[in-house]
């Protein structure tokens, strides 16, 4: 059966300070993957998402990128945390219509 | 651009009784739409997948319609439970680029 994981489940971070999250998924091939990130009370923005290794593409230009180094991981970064980064950042996957997603991510910029 | 328009308000309904929740899409044609369960600080989870070609789809205690004239869905969760509460975000789809666009959802609370 499929999993995906994410790591850390919550992170405090000063401003200006790096990011770095990942996400990996286990028991699927050639997945598409996703970042999501979730203001409190707020919907799913999609931030970034990915159809196969090196590609990505960006839907909210802001100071995060994303990189898919291997066929099941993908890592959100910041070379700059700022306030407005704060929130809850999701990873998905699918290979269909239907997306997975990881656990989550808490982040905290103060 | 695409639109999704699901109720903010929280919806409040007694245990036993059906809820009801609507998820309404402007400006595109979706092939389908989807419907997720999402708790608090966790992850969506993937509920039911309504093709345009269906009318109506049920899993157990959940039923889903699909109107493309009135493009509307409406999510029914028979003989409800306390542990029915939750977020329901609805997703039409195929968005732009083929991703997937979801609506903000819709809180429901169950009491006993």
């Known amino acids: 059966s499929q999993t995906i994981h994410q790591w850390p489940a919550t992170l405090v971070q000063p401003v200006g300070s790096p990011l770095s999250l990942e996400c990996t998924v286990e028991g699927t091939s050639n997945p598409n993957l996703y970042w999501y990130r979730q203001a409190a009370g707020r919907g799913l923005q999609l931030l970034f998402y990915?159809?196969?290794?090196?590609?990505i593409s960006s839907e909210v230009p802001q100071n995060l990128s994303a990189s898919r180094p291997q066929d099941r991981q993908f890592i959100l970064s910041s070379k700059k945390l700022l306030l407005s980064d704060s929130g809850f950042y999701l990873c998905?996957?699918?290979?269909?219509?239907?997306?997975?997603f990881g656990p989550g991510t808490r982040l905290t910029v103060t | 651009s695409q639109k999704i328009e699901q109720n903010s308000e929280a919806l409040n309904i007694q245990e036993g009784k059906t809820a009801t929740l609507t998820c309404n899409y402007t400006n595109y044609s979706p092939a389908y739409l989807q419907w997720y369960r999402q708790d608090p600080g966790r992850g969506p989870v993937f509920l039911l997948l309504i093709r345009e070609n269906e009318k109506e789809k049920r899993k157990e205690r959940l039923k889903v319609t699909f109107d493309t004239t009135l493009k509307q869905s409406l999510f029914h969760i028979t003989a409800s439970q306390p542990a029915d509460s939750a977020t329901y975000l609805c997703?039409?789809?195929?968005?732009?680029?083929?991703?997937?666009?979801f609506g903000a959802g819709t809180r429901l609370f169950v009491k006993a």
């Open positions: 997703a039409p789809g195929p968005g732009p680029g083929f991703k997937t666009i």
């Open positions: 990915s159809v196969g290794i090196g590609q």
């Open positions: 998905a996957w699918s290979t269909t219509h239907e997306q997975y």
